[in-house]
């Protein structure tokens, strides 16, 4: 058997490296801002009442995980708010890439629903939120209705624009080779759009969770549950920490839906 050469063996150790360089920079770059956070607080002289120091955070984060506020501890709040929030970010991403696709691959489509969907899109999300509940009252309805109108612009574009930059070649053979429109968008449309789908998913993850908290307090169920009614509570009790410590939450959490959609689209898209 013959040995590696070292050309080989450097081939091999690059993506490792090139992945623990990234998680340390990570890790790094966090310590230096919690390092400034603590240093404000400390140079400036700032009451805690107004701002609390991050070991004050971390604390009020396993209080709350093991004291009830409102409906439950934390692990019941981030509960409340995923169910919210899957229910907004599946209507979107569903409605947004089947509209996109249509849209990218039919002009009379496109001519027809690109007019409403461009003066809708500017709207701010939290402007629909008394629409919501005048909808489907003080409810799960109206804040999922929050989250799908602010999530679905991204994907929607994302997707019409994927199709659009299909090579014409493509679409051209497989009308050659006697495909039906519904063939040419699932069979070549869509999986040469992946990548800008992805894109799409991504950001659509990062509008609607952070419009889940302006839905749950705005658009409340009454329920008393979710990081938005937290960081309300927070703000009402005079308790900074509750709510830092919540937008903390809320802050990881969006970052573990972005990767987990990163990991995603590397398993799914190989080229």
């Known amino acids: ?35 400034v956070w603590f240093g404000v607080i400390i140079v400036l002289k700032i009451d805690q009442s107004l701002l609390p120091t991050p070991t004050k955070v971390i604390e009020q984060i396993a209080w709350l995980w093991s004291n009830q506020v409102g409906a439950g501890g934390l692990w019941v709040h981030i509960t409340a708010s995923f169910q919210r929030f899957i229910g907004g970010f599946l209507l979107a991403a569903g409605t947004g890439i089947v509209l996109g696709l249509w849209m990218g691959y039919s002009r009379r489509v496109d001519m027809t629903i690109n007019p409403i969907f461009e003066l809708v899109r500017y709207v701010p999300p939290i402007a629909w939120a008394p629409f919501s509940i005048l909808w489907f009252g ?8 929050v989250i799908f109108i602010s999530a679905l612009p991204p994907i929607l574009i994302n997707a019409h624009k994927a199709v659009r930059c299909i090579k014409p070649s493509l679409i051209h ?33 990062a509008t609607g969770w952070m419009a889940l908290v302006a839905a749950e307090i705005v658009a409340g169920d009454g329920s008393r549950s979710g990081l ?41 898209i190989r080229w």
């Open 228 to 268: 938005g009614y937290l960081v309300l509570i927070g703000q009402q009790t005079l308790r900074p920490e509750t709510t830092i410590a919540a937008m903390l939450v809320i802050g990881l959490i969006g970052a573990m839906f972005d990767v987990g959609l990163r990991l995603l689209q590397r398993r799914i």
């Open 138 to 145: 003080a409810s799960y309805g109206a804040q999922v209705f």
């Open 1 to 35: 058997m013959m040995p590696h050469s070292p050309a080989c063996s450097m081939k091999i150790l690059q993506p490792g490296l090139k992945r623990i360089i990234s998680v340390s920079s990570t890790w790094l770059s966090l310590g230096l801002w919690l390092i």
């Open 173 to 205: 053979a497989a009308r050659m080779m006697g495909a039906s429109s519904t063939t040419i968008l699932t069979e070549v449309a869509l999986p040469s759009s992946l990548p800008l789908l992805f894109v799409g998913l991504r950001m659509c993850v």
